[in-house]
């Protein structure tokens, strides 16, 4: 590749928002590490039976509930640079005390304590990044970082393949101490992070009140932000129909008797990783300049034809044919999901205040939160009577009134929060990104 092609597809984003995206890569990589291995480790390592391991797992993403507009209030009350920092520390108490646990009571506290600090994590880093990134780069954040999230993940679950094994409790115990460890790393990275002159301007500057942070307002204001509310519906109704499923019904529809087994799901989930990381910032150079409604509506209908795709796949039995419509199936999965990462993020962050955007994200990221708790909940009731085809069927439909519902948003929302920018320099000399890098790093001193 050459310098030029390199520079036109690797977006110009600010430093600071390249140390980001740094630091949460290395906690994606711990994360990798432990996660595809939580309901293992407590059946089999700390022997709690079936129900018990999987509430477990399930607490993680419970405590979002509360911890995704804990995150964004914190988000806005001491910053998100410090909220973002107390979210890893307790994440990675959560995971030492996970590596610990010895009875059913510990881990189910542990498991809360890295969930609620996960879902610290999520919101308060979300608007660290737009005010980072500026409004001019926000498309081109998010998707870097879902395109970083992914292969941090895929290479976490990789080493963790190498490492871990039932026979060797102690291999557990080290890769969640990795865990922890990755959180931590990015702590001291934050607390040094610096913009050139964010005292200079912010919320409250023009008005002569120079560092001083104003009140944020209450989480009331934003649920009056009805263009708001139609992207936060939008949002969890297609987590629910596209990640909600892709996490628990696809792998128990294909796995089920007669269907293919663990080595052909993982090589359809790898194809769906390596995609993603290898295509997401093509993709982004191709949405340069359309709008974000329009991407929505693409990725929906891209997991329309990824579910279709299923359905067929699940005709062919258990082999190499099966084995390949599925992994077809994740890949256009994939396309959807690099699709959608400019845009729903980008658009909450751009219609939230400055010194809002915390609650704006908390509430956001609830959304996902809400989508990845529904999604599997009805995919296993449907997979439990026997409707697997029935369920996928009725997800195509659903994907394609998704797609439509998100060509009617576009009508309200502000043009400014609706276009994929397109290549630009660094915003950092921006007076709206250093109004929100003011906002963002106002405690730094």
């Not at 050459?2 to 711990?30: E, H, K, Q």
């Amino acid at each position: 590749m050459n310098r030029g092609t390199r520079a036109a597809l690797i977006p110009p984003l600010t430093r600071p928002a390249w140390v980001v995206l740094g630091g949460d890569f290395a906690s994606a990589v711990g994360s990798g590490l432990t996660l595809p291995y939580l309901f293992i480790y407590a059946h089999q390592v700390r022997h709690l039976g079936y129900g018990p391991a999987g509430l477990v797992v399930a607490t993680i993403a419970l405590a979002s509930l509360a911890g995704n507009p804990l995150g964004g209030a914190l988000a806005d009350r001491w910053t998100p640079r410090r909220a973002l920092m107390a979210g890893l520390g307790v994440a990675a108490a959560g995971s030492v005390a996970l590596a610990l646990a010895r009875t059913t009571t510990g881990l189910f506290g542990a498991a809360g304590l890295l969930g609620l600090g996960v879902s610290v994590i999520w919101p308060a880093q979300d608007a660290l990044l737009a005010s980072v990134a500026g409004s001019a780069g926000l498309s081109a954040v998010f998707s870097v970082r879902h395109a970083s999230l992914n292969a941090g993940l895929g290479l976490g679950a990789l080493c963790a393949a190498g490492v871990v094994s039932v026979a060797r409790p102690g291999t557990f115990t080290a890769v969640y101490v990795a865990d922890a460890a990755s959180f931590l790393v990015f702590v001291p990275v934050l607390a040094r992070l610096r913009l050139p002159d964010q005292r200079a301007s912010g919320p409250g500057s023009a008005s002569g009140q120079g560092h001083a942070r104003a009140r944020p307002p209450g989480f009331r204001q934003v649920l009056r932000d009805k263009a708001f509310l139609r992207v936060w519906a939008l949002t969890a109704f297609i987590v629910t129909i596209s990640f909600g499923q892709f996490q628990s019904s696809f792998p128990g529809y294909v796995t089920r008797p007669g269907g293919i087994g663990a080595h052909g799901l993982g090589l359809a989930f790898a194809a769906n990783t390596l995609t993603v990381v290898a295509l997401q910032l093509f993709v982004l150079r191709r949405l340069a300049g359309r709008r974000r409604t329009t991407a929505v509506a693409l990725a929906a209908t891209a997991w329309a034809a990824s579910w279709a795709v299923v359905i067929a796949g699940g005709h062919l039995g258990g082999g190499a044919a099966a084995e390949a419509a599925f992994v077809i199936a994740m890949v256009i999965f994939a396309i959807g999901e690099t699709l959608l990462s400019p845009t729903l993020p980008a658009i909450i962050n751009d219609l939230a205040p400055p010194e809002a955007a915390g609650r704006y994200n908390g509430l956001g990221v609830l959304a996902f939160t809400t989508g990845f708790l529904v999604g599997p909940a009805g995919g296993a009731a449907a997979l439990g009577a026997g409707w697997g085809a029935g369920l996928f069927a009725g997800l195509i439909l659903a994907c394609l009134v998704a797609a439509l519902a998100a060509l009617r948003l576009g009508r309200h929302l502000p043009p400014s929060a609706n276009q994929i920018e397109p290549p630009a320099a660094p915003p950092e000399e921006s007076h709206v990104t250093t109004a929100r890098a003011a906002a963002a790093f106002g405690d730094a001193g």
